[in-house]
């Protein structure tokens, strides 16, 4: 199955903007559906961004609309967020999420996470 890698987080001030990415391993790579979830400190895993197999189809979490952008590029297996205007609550660790569809995303695979920090 495929197996992915998240990179490109760091620690930027309010309103700066980062780009990450996640390399994903598996040769069927593009018929997965995939997306971004985040967990902050003491907080539960929360969804952020998904995008169907081809990404003709996205979704984004309420409190990251107009900020934050998915994309993935099937030729290289990477997924990306690019995510702009951050502010201190976009500080979390940040999974790349691998399964057969949008719906199913939370019970597919997962990487080790990147950290976001984004002060004040």
């Known amino acids: 199955q495929v197996h992915v890698v998240e990179s490109g987080g760091g620690s930027v001030p309010t309103v700066g903007s980062l780009r990450l990415s996640c390399a994903a391993s598996?040769?069927?790579?593009?018929?997965?559906?995939m997306g971004w979830f985040r967990q902050a400190p003491g907080k539960e895993r929360e969804f952020v961004a998904a995008?169907?197999?081809?990404?003709?189809?996205?979704r984004y979490a309420d409190s990251v609309k107009g900020r934050f952008t998915i994309s993935r590029d099937n030729a290289k297996n990477t997924l990306y967020l690019q995510m702009n205007s951050l502010k201190p609550d976009d500080t979390a660790v940040y999974y790349c999420a691998a399964a057969s569809s949008i719906a199913t995303l939370s019970h597919g695979n997962w990487g080790q996470g990147t950290q976001v920090i984004v002060s004040s």
């Open positions: 598996g040769r069927t790579f593009s018929t997965y559906a």
């Open positions: 995008t169907s197999s081809s990404g003709g189809v996205t």
